[in-house]
């Protein structure tokens, strides 16, 4: 028992085992942050909650830019090709990685604690004053969480590089547990604090969990520091126009925090709905790009006709997926707003915004789940400026989309423009590798598309009829019926498409 314990921890899984843990933990994992959200936001006033996620923006700023744009574009890929000259080489670039990660993160981290009372002023520029103090010392504590994600994400792309996935897709559930027990335990003496506390424990809990497996692996902890080694001036090379690219997507959420903090709430409002379209994003999108990548990143150039048929085929198991899935999100959007934040301080006028706003923001989980895997793809064949064109050309549009959103229509226009600027990152980057591999979505393709768009759309009608049938005949007002309508609906939908792709024979539903 337990060697077969210890085989499922540390064995190497293949893309298939890998995809299927992933959707798994990432199902786990969103569930449970779903379970955090329904905790903050009944056990914390929204204006609160403000609070709460305006100090995450520069944290998550610092992240992004400094470490994130390096293990997707970069670590992984040329880790890869640095275990073909053996493990000696590969555990020397790890130790590299991390002492220039860890040093880098931590003099940035000292840089921002001082200059927070100057630049949050212009991210929360219609704060009160004793509602900015309070968000500049919660950030601060927060800066405690980018150094410990800064670990562990380069210890996860090393388990990516070795395939070993279980440990890895553990990690994100770790963070949520932690902010969830921190939210019940101490929400009520400690308010917002509490939850901040969660993030930095959770951060902690998310690098120890995979540091078993990695010294499994071999791995044995070393201060490097060279910036002389080919390897990390490539990694460098090629992490600078991703980590541009993160952070114009981090400029983007500052910039809608700014539009945001005008209106009491909002910023809450718009981070809570933007957590839940993730959900199938992360679970259905950005678990098989992860799986899929270091396939593709072993392929690079040298088979670019396998790098296609692995990319289309990845491509149309995420459009399977993901498109019923943000249907039903809109079909059942006010039933799954009402059930995950519509209690405590969250309020009718908090519910019908959040309603609103995940309208807009169904229309663009398609755009969001594909991205992850196409940025990838050139991520694979070392190309990462295009990427970036891409996200700073749809960052623009989102910016300025935003500014006159919000003012239109309010947290729900921020909501649009991100839905509009996520459209046209993916199609920039469609465009991009048709020229650079010659990736052409094909007749067969698109028929596949419409075909599960007609299965999508049959399925949203049967639900719409489940919750017009149940609402006339049960008080939906009451927390049971409202839950068994949406399970009622969500089943009855989901058993038609199903039936429907069984009987259309669609290959992935028979895999």
């Known amino acids: ?61 610092l992240l992004n830019v400094l470490i994130l744009g390096a293990i997707a574009a970069a670590v992984i890929p040329v880790l890869g090709r640095t275990l073909r000259l053996g493990d000696k080489e590969a555990w020397r670039l790890v130790n590299n990685l991390l002492s220039l990660g860890v040093s880098a993160m931590l003099v940035a981290i000292a840089v921002l604690y001082f200059l927070f009372p100057k630049l949050l002023p212009f991210i929360v520029p219609d704060f009160p004053l004793q509602k900015l103090h309070k968000t500049i010392t919660l950030a601060r504590l927060m800066l405690l969480s980018p150094l410990f994600f800064s670990i562990s994400y380069i210890v996860g792309s090393v388990l990516n590089v070795k395939k070993r996935f279980f440990m890895y897709s553990l990690a994100p559930i770790m963070y949520n547990l932690a902010i969830i027990s921190a939210t019940v335990i101490g929400a009520h003496s400690y308010g917002v604090l509490a939850p901040v506390v969660g993030v930095v424990v959770g951060a902690f809990l998310h690098m120890a969990i995979q540091l078993p497996v990695l010294f499994r692996l071999g791995f044995r902890p070393q201060f490097i520091f060279s910036l002389k080694s080919k390897e990390v001036r490539r990694i460098f090379k090629l992490m600078l126009p991703r980590a541009i690219a993160l952070g114009a997507g981090q400029i983007q959420l500052v910039a809608f925090t700014a ?7 909002a910023i809450a409002i718009f981070s809570l709905t933007d957590n839940i379209q993730t959900v199938p994003t992360v679970i259905l999108g950005v678990s ?40 039903a999100l809109f079909v059942l959007r006010a039933q799954i707003v009402r059930l995950i934040l519509g209690y405590g301080y969250f309020g009718w006028s908090d519910t019908r915004q959040a309603v609103d706003t995940l309208a807009f923001f169904t229309v663009g989980i398609v755009a969001q789940s594909l991205i992850p895997l196409f940025a990838r793809a050139f991520y694979s064949l070392e190309n990462t400026r295009f990427p970036m064109m891409a996200a700073i050309v749809a960052v623009a ?21 991100f839905t509009v ?7 920039i980057l469609l465009i991009g590798l048709e020229k650079r591999i010659r990736f052409r979505l094909t ?62 024979r669609i290959p992935e539903i028979r895999k």
């Not at 600027?421 to 199609?427: K, M, N, S």
């Not at 399970?487 to 199903?498: D, E, H, M, N, Q």
Request: charged content about 15%; hydrophobic content about 55%; some cysteine.
């Open 1 to 61: 028992m337990f060697n077969y314990i210890k085989s499922v921890l540390f064995r190497e899984n293949s893309i298939r085992s890998a995809s299927w843990i992933l959707v798994v933990t990432l199902a786990f994992s969103n569930i449970l942050g779903v379970i955090r959200d329904h905790f903050l936001a009944q056990k914390i006033p929204t204006d609160q909650l403000d609070i709460y996620y305006a100090a995450f923006r520069l944290p998550d700023f």
């Open 443 to 504: 007749k067969e393709f698109w028929f596949f598309v419409l075909r599960v768009l007609c299965l999508a759309v049959v399925s949203a009608l049967v639900m719409q009829a489940v919750k017009v049938t149940y609402d006339a005949f049960f008080d939906i007002d009451k927390v049971y019926n409202l839950l068994l309508q949406t399970l009622l609906a969500v089943l009855v939908g989901g058993a038609t498409y199903i039936g429907g792709a069984w009987q259309w």
């Open 259 to 265: 539009f945001a903090s005008s209106i009491a709430g």
């Open 397 to 417: 549009i989102g910016i300025t989309g935003g500014y006159f959103g919000a003012e239109k229509l309010g947290v729900a226009g921020l909501a649009l423009a």
């Open 421 to 427: 600027a996520g459209w046209t990152q993916l199609f």
């Open 288 to 327: 098989f790009a992860t799986a899929t990548f270091p396939s593709l990143a072993q392929i690079g150039n040298d088979n670019p006709e396998e790098f296609r048929r692995l990319l289309i085929k990845a491509s149309r198991v995420i459009l399977f997926l993901v498109i019923p899935s943000a249907v």
